[in-house]
């Protein structure tokens, strides 16, 4: 069992930084691949980003490329999310999500463990 915990999330204004972790509890989180999601207010949630178990291989929506950076830190048991150049479409609360295997692409379901989220709001 892992259980995840993002932290992070606040009001920002737009054009601005944020760095989201991702905590997990277990001592085999470093052989999972970890992922970034988000859902909008009505909307459906969206894949952000992943990462292999390693760190050496990423994965990114085209809607964040160059703005969004996802890594890892193995020995601390956090993925982080650094975002920038925030946009008000970016408002979303956002999830990082943990596959038990050494996944990292962009589908929801193959990801077992799920955080609870962490709202990140891009307002003036």
């Known amino acids: 069992q892992v259980q995840l915990v993002e932290s992070g999330g606040g009001l920002v204004q737009p054009g601005g930084s944020l760095r989201l972790s991702c905590a997990a509890s277990?001592?085999?989180?470093?052989?999972?691949?970890v992922g970034w999601f988000r859902q909008a207010p009505g909307k459906e949630r969206e894949f952000v980003a992943a990462?292999?178990?390693?760190?050496?291989?990423?994965n990114y929506a085209d809607s964040v490329k160059g703005r969004f950076t996802i890594s890892r830190d193995n020995g601390k048991n956090t993925v982080y999310l650094q975002i920038a150049s925030l946009k008000p479409q970016d408002t979303a609360v956002y999830y990082c999500?943990?596959?038990?295997?050494?996944?990292?692409?962009?589908?929801?379901?193959?990801?077992?463990?799920w955080g609870q989220g962490t709202q990140v709001t891009v307002s003036s």
């Open positions: 990462i292999s178990r390693s760190g050496g291989s990423t």
């Open positions: 999500a943990a596959a038990v295997t050494d996944y990292s692409g962009s589908y929801g379901r193959l990801y077992r463990y």
């Open positions: 277990g001592r085999t989180f470093s052989t999972y691949g």
